[in-house]
């Protein structure tokens, strides 16, 4: 099994579509990872796997 990327915190700002490290432009996948005070949602990009935290939660 391959390792998990780190996760980045990221400001989404205006539009983030594009994955700031392959470049990918079609968008993310997102998974939930279970927290304190619920669950993070993760951006992940289906290219490359890199990891994004925008702050959202659930």
């Known amino acids: 099994m391959k390792a998990a990327a780190e996760i980045v915190k990221v400001d989404l ?3 983030f579509r ?3 490290k392959c470049g990918y432009e079609l968008g993310f996948h997102c998974s939930f990872l279970r927290a304190d005070e619920g669950y993070r949602i ?4 289906p290219e ?3 990891r994004y935290d925008a702050g959202w939660r659930m």
């Open 18 to 20: 594009v994955c700031p």
């Open 48 to 50: 490359c796997g890199a």
């Open 13 to 15: 700002g205006e539009e």
């Open 42 to 45: 993760i951006l992940i990009c």
